[in-house]
């Protein structure tokens, strides 16, 4: 058993699926990209770098996808809020994700690491 499966299996229908599914995207996207654990969340990293994070949102109970650099992000869908660097994307688990968007938001953070933009 990985360090975050309890993170996944121990959240409720409809929000288990789509963070399982979440999960399984963003592995996908390039071989050098590695789950952890930090700061209680699962932790992507590329090439050991944090890259985005899957989160629950406590008021409104659904998933998002943090993108650590998303400062270098423009998407009308991402929220900045307070955070200065960071941005998340969230995920409504109750209807299809939207692949094209997610995967380019995705590939265009990791192009960020692959080009050295960011450290």
Same mark, same amino acid.
């Given at each position: 058993? &990985?360090?975050?499966?309890?993170?996944?299996? /121990?959240? !409720?229908?409809?929000?288990? *699926?789509?963070?399982?599914t979440?999960? =399984?995207?963003?592995?996908?996207? $390039? !071989? /050098?990209?590695?789950?952890?654990?930090?700061?209680?969340?699962?932790?992507?990293?590329? @090439?050991?770098?944090?890259?985005?994070?899957?989160?629950? =949102?406590?008021?409104?109970?659904?998933?998002?996808i943090?993108?650590?650099e *998303?400062?270098?992000?423009?998407?009308?869908?991402?929220?900045? *809020?307070?955070? &200065?660097?960071?941005?998340?994307?969230?995920? /409504?688990?109750?209807? =299809?994700?939207?692949?094209? @968007?997610?995967?380019?938001?995705?590939?265009?953070?990791? $192009?960020?690491?692959? @080009?050295?933009?960011? &450290?």
């Amino acid at each position: 058993m &990985s360090q975050n499966e309890p993170f996944y299996f /121990n959240k !409720e229908e409809p929000n288990k *699926g789509c963070l399982l599914t979440l999960r =399984d995207i963003i592995l996908k996207q $390039d !071989e /050098n990209i590695t789950e952890t654990k930090k700061y209680g969340m699962p932790c992507f990293c590329y @090439k050991k770098k944090a890259f985005v994070y899957l989160w629950v =949102d406590k008021k409104t109970t659904e998933p998002y996808i943090l993108f650590v650099e *998303g400062t270098h992000l423009y998407h009308p869908e991402l929220e900045e *809020g307070k955070r &200065s660097r960071m941005k998340i994307l969230r995920v /409504n688990p109750a209807v =299809d994700i939207p692949m094209q @968007k997610l995967t380019s938001l995705l590939q265009t953070a990791l $192009d960020l690491y692959r @080009k050295g933009m960011v &450290s």
